[in-house]
T-cell receptor
Framework: GDQVEQSPSALSLHEGTDSALRCNFTTTMRSVQWFRQNSRGSLISLFYLASGTKENGRLKSAFDSKERRYSTLHIRDAQLEDSGTYFC????????????FGLGTRVSVFP | DPKIIQKPKYLVAVTGSEKILICEQY?????MYWYRQSAKKPLEFMFSYSYQKLMDNQTASSRFQPQSSKKNHLDLQITALKPDDSATYFC?????????????FGHGTKLSVL
């Protein structure tokens, strides 16, 4: 079946530093979404991309428009509140009714 | 205020019992979904509903039965519970079935089966 591979599995960041998370897909995808799950388990949608890049504050995401087989999420100037588990989820070209999620990247930001 | 309400937040059940997970959304959405997150596994799509009709079922077991008594409700009945069913179950909704750009999640129900 379709697979979504996220890397790294865990990330420790000093406050103020920049980093990037990546999602690779084993097949061409229609779109990708990024979510953050906080310590209470709530999932919050960060970005939805069908192509190109989007930016929101210190977060920026890109979806490879050519082959549509990977996406990145950049965190700039990391803050403590950025801590959480980040999931990417992809929608296949031929399957529009559900998302396939990666295992997540656990991000810990410390002072 | 949460717009997608899941009840209960935590649930402990014994093997073989039956439980119902409640989900109500107040976003006026027409599509609702259930996802499951088990330990050390990716978040997993289970069901999708559109206008109260089942659209897709990716759950192998018939022990999982969604129930939509009202347009903004999608409950999940689980029968003959097993320890492997232990997971956090997330309800989600979107305006329309293919409108995955605006997918909203509830806070989840954490189910532990002993």
């Amino acid at each position: 079946g379709d697979q979504v591979e996220q890397s790294p599995s865990a990330l420790s960041l000093h406050e103020g530093t920049d980093s990037a998370l990546r999602c690779n897909f084993t097949t061409t995808m229609r779109s990708v979404q990024w979510f953050r799950q906080n310590s209470r388990g709530s999932l919050i949608s960060l970005f939805y991309l069908a192509s190109g890049t989007k930016e929101n504050g210190r977060l920026k995401s890109a979806f490879d428009s050519k082959e549509r087989r990977y996406s990145t999420l950049h965190i700039r100037d990391a803050q403590l509140e950025d801590s959480g588990t980040y999931f990417c989820a992809a929608e296949a070209l031929n399957y529009a009714q559900g998302l396939t999620f990666g295992l997540g990247t656990r991000v810990s930001v410390f002072p | 205020d949460p717009k997608i309400i899941q009840k209960p937040k935590y649930l402990v059940a014994v093997t073989g019992s039956e439980k119902i997970l409640i989900c109500e959304q107040y976003l006026g959405h027409n599509a609702m979904y259930w996802y499951r997150q088990s330990a050390k596994k990716p978040l997993e799509f289970m069901f999708s509903y559109s206008y109260q009709k089942l659209m897709d079922n990716q759950t192998a077991s018939s022990r999982f039965q969604p129930q939509s008594s009202k347009k903004n409700h999608l409950d999940l009945q689980i029968t003959a519970l097993k320890p492997d069913d232990s997971a956090t179950y997330f309800c989600a909704s979107s305006q329309e079935l293919t409108d995955n750009e605006r997918l909203f999640f509830g806070h989840g129900t954490k189910l532990s089966v002993l």
